[in-house]
């Protein structure tokens, strides 16, 4: 049967996955979603031409980007050496601040994270996205003016003028180091690396990690934060983009001629039990295994479930607030902006870009659970 036929509906679907009960004929087939797949069973990619091409556009661009801007940097340099490399100069307007902001919280984890929980245990991981628009409005308008006025360049530097000394200083900056290597770089090596290995099956995953680290270091040692910034905001427009075409076809593969796809995401979804589904009576510790949460389509769920609205709104909020205005790769991308308006547009935009990973990974996310109830989910 060819692959075009149209998509089961809400109720083809849930009798399906329910009570066994098979497609018409003229239903889309489960047949079209199987996937090639290694001696182990596991599903691999299979990549052509045209994929190749795309990923080797993608990594000379940016690397080309990247020590372009650095090499346009040093000719029109014009403050100090130490405010050219941690600051770009002072000298970044609103767009690229926004940009940047957004891509260093997002990344190739947060497309696996973000995705994995949505097909877990629905939408309410939404809740530290839109969370962050509270706090990134705190950094512009409460914190990035007592960061400007003081005159520091580092997080660590404001805690030695704040609190004379230099042992608060190298406290801070060690402790800084440690957190960030070993768990927001690692992380972030980690889920790069699998994203490439995973289009890349040939390529070993350390040979990875090493290819990412190399062309970072490239242009970030070579042009400082102003080649950074300018790249992580290119990387911001190609993953909304990206996201936004997935999304599309995400949603294009549930909908059906008389069900739109925003209804049958939700339908769909509840229906979407795994075959090898344990029920309470079946585990050990009587927690169904496989099923559908019964708030999966709450974003604040009861203070007894395991992301309480309480603690979503009120412990989130500190912690956040943490880690928005006092984090040293966040702030450091607001005082690089030309003056206090830039950084405040800067947030205002960040924050509103933020909306967007619930729709455009949360929501795929959930899909794919969807189109492959049987395979890649955890519990």
């Not at 090596?189 to 040939?202: E, K, Q, V, W």
């Amino acid at each position: 049967m060819s692959c075009d036929s149209r998509n089961p509906t809400i109720q083809e679907y849930c009798d399906f996955r329910l009570r066994n009960i098979p497609y018409g004929s003229d239903v889309k087939p489960q047949s079209c979603y199987d996937r090639p797949v290694d001696d182990a069973g596991n599903a691999r990619l299979v990549l052509e031409w045209g994929d190749w091409l795309v990923i080797g556009v993608y990594f000379v661009i940016v690397l080309g980007a990247g020590l372009g801007i650095s090499l346009v940097g040093k000719k029109k340099a014009s403050s100090s050496a130490a405010t050219d490399f941690l600051l770009a100069g002072r000298s970044m307007w609103f767009l690229p601040v926004a940009f940047s902001l957004y891509s260093s919280n997002i990344g190739s984890s947060s497309f696996i994270g973000l995705a994995g929980s949505g097909a877990a245990a629905g939408i309410a991981v939404g809740v530290f996205e839109w969370n962050a628009m509270i706090c990134l409005l705190m950094l512009g308008w409460l914190f990035v003016p007592v960061y400007l006025a003081s005159g520091i360049k580092t997080m660590p530097e404001f805690l030695q003028r704040r609190f004379p000394g230099e042992r608060i200083q190298l406290y801070l900056a060690v402790l800084s180091l440690f957190i960030y290597i070993f768990t927001k770089i690692s992380a972030d090596l980690f889920s790069g690396s699998l994203f490439i290995s995973l289009a890349i099956p040939s390529l070993n995953l350390y040979v990875a990690i090493i290819i990412l680290l190399a062309i970072t270091a490239a242009y970030s040692v070579a042009g400082g934060l102003k080649a950074v910034i300018y790249v992580e905001a290119l990387q911001t427009v190609i993953m909304v983009i990206g996201s936004v075409i997935m999304a599309v076809y995400a949603f294009n593969e549930i909908g059906s001629e008389n069900e739109s796809a925003w209804d049958s995401l939700w339908a769909k979804y509840n229906c979407s039990i795994p075959s090898d589904y344990l029920s309470p009576l079946e585990t050990q510790n009587g927690d169904a295994c496989g099923a559908v949460r019964d708030d999966f389509d709450h974003v604040l769920r009861a203070p007894d479930a395991d992301l309480p609205w309480p603690g979503a709104i009120f412990g989130l909020t500190v912690i956040a607030t943490w880690y928005w205005c006092t984090d040293q790769v966040l702030v450091q991308r607001c005082l690089a902006a030309k003056n206090l308006s830039h950084v405040k547009l800067g947030c205002v935009i960040a924050g509103l870009i933020k909306v967007t990973p619930v729709f455009l990974m949360v929501f795929p996310g959930m899909i794919s659970r969807i189109l492959f109830t049987d395979e890649g989910i955890s519990y």
